[in-house]
């Protein structure tokens, strides 16, 4: 199936609702962008009206090719966010870097400049910035960039925390009304066993289904970094009234990942949202069986794991962001002119 059919030929704009709202689910395409290999030639582009059967866009060519940037010429780990009309997309620069990368496009088509913001610009013991995710804050009309760090003082703090990096992660935020300015960044997420490191936050909202919505509540989904052997490689929730927490402070128990019965291996790169009335969870499982992996939940407590169903273009796709947007917010996407 080629999903340039169901692309819409005109962009309107529209500012995308939150996952969890009743729009009619029937108007919405979901969109994986992701990387491969090493994230040296670019970030790609699938497309799906079921959030099941992916299709490239662009014919299986880059949307944004590596910019060229001394020792931050990666494109790693790409987050996509539609809001007000425009894309905004975020990515890991390198393994070893102190910023992130930003692009914006209207279409999905032409993208701005990519431009690299410094984010730690004012501290200079930072070690990495690794997988930042862009969302949009409702409550503090703002958008949320989040991302995991080590700092110098977390690794040498002999609390035991072990990892294949040697490193030790808490999350890490930033905020930005116009991707011109950016708050300092600060620590976000920081779990209460100080032994923990953990990486790739995600949050969605969750409305309760009630007419009140003091009930309602933020979910974040993170990934335990530790050893397997230490109980980590896995992905696990944690609560919040506010979307910018504080958030539980115990991590739950793992719901998919290594040490449970959904894809039993190193899990990390989650995306959640609801569908039809049920939560999604996507993540990456290097190694796996599945170039991508799929669970679905009605409550956020009960898994099924729906991995086989998914059908991708390429084999080893690699740690990208689900989102669910409008039909009438994807202009007409054709082929990049200089491609």
């Known amino acids: 199936?080629?999903?340039?059919?169901?692309?819409?030929?005109?962009?309107?704009?529209?500012?995308?609702?939150?996952?969890?709202?009743?729009?009619?689910?029937?108007?919405?395409?979901?969109?994986?962008?992701?990387?491969?290999?090493?994230?040296?030639?670019?970030?790609?582009?699938?497309?799906?009206?079921?959030?099941?059967?992916?299709?490239?866009?662009?014919?299986?060519?880059?949307?944004?090719?590596?910019?060229?940037?001394?020792?931050?010429?990666?494109?790693?780990?790409?987050?996509?966010?539609?809001?007000?009309?425009?894309?905004?997309?975020?990515?890991?620069?390198?393994?070893?870097?102190?910023?992130?990368?930003?692009?914006?496009s209207k279409d999905l088509v032409a993208w701005s400049k990519p431009r690299k913001i410094d984010i730690w610009r004012n501290r200079k013991d930072i070690r990495n910035t690794w997988a930042p995710e862009l969302h949009w804050d409702p409550e503090q009309n703002v958008f949320l960039i989040l991302w995991s760090t080590t700092t110098d003082a977390e690794l040498v703090d002999k609390d035991g925390t072990g990892n294949p990096h040697d490193l030790d992660h808490r999350s890490y935020a930033s905020t930005t009304p116009d991707f011109k300015e950016f708050s300092e960044p600060k620590l976000f997420y920081s779990p209460a066993n100080p032994e923990l490191s953990v990486i790739d936050p995600y949050i969605a909202h969750d409305d309760r289904g009630t007419l009140s919505k003091a009930d309602d509540r933020w979910v974040m989904v993170i990934k335990n970094e530790m050893y397997e052997k230490d109980g980590g490689k896995n992905l696990r929730l944690v609560f919040s009234r506010s979307m910018q927490g504080p958030y539980d402070s115990k991590l739950g128990p793992p719901i998919v990942g290594a040490g449970t019965s959904i894809v039993n291996r190193m899990g990390e790169g989650p995306s959640l949202l609801r569908h039809n009335g049920e939560w999604r969870l996507y993540w990456d499982a290097p190694g796996s069986e599945f170039s991508y992996c799929l669970a679905t939940s009605p409550d956020l407590k009960t898994w099924t794991n729906r991995s086989s169903e998914m059908k991708l273009p390429v084999a080893h796709m690699r740690h990208g962001t689900v989102l669910k947007i409008p039909k009438s917010a994807v202009g007409k996407f054709s082929p990049n002119p200089d491609e």
Not at 42 to 59: E, H, K, P, Q
Not at 78 to 86: A, C, K, M, N, R
């Open 1 to 104: 199936m080629k999903y340039l059919l169901f692309v819409m030929l005109a962009f309107a704009v529209s500012p995308i609702t939150l996952a969890t709202d009743t729009t009619d689910d029937a108007e919405h395409v979901f969109l994986l962008p992701y990387f491969l290999g090493n994230g040296e030639t670019g970030i790609y582009l699938t497309a799906s009206d079921n959030g099941l059967t992916f299709d490239w866009l662009n014919d299986g060519k880059p949307i944004l090719k590596a910019p060229k940037w001394p020792d931050e010429s990666l494109t790693r780990d790409p987050s996509i966010l539609f809001h007000d009309g425009v894309f905004h997309m975020v990515w890991t620069t390198s393994w070893w870097s102190r910023s992130i990368g930003y692009a914006s």
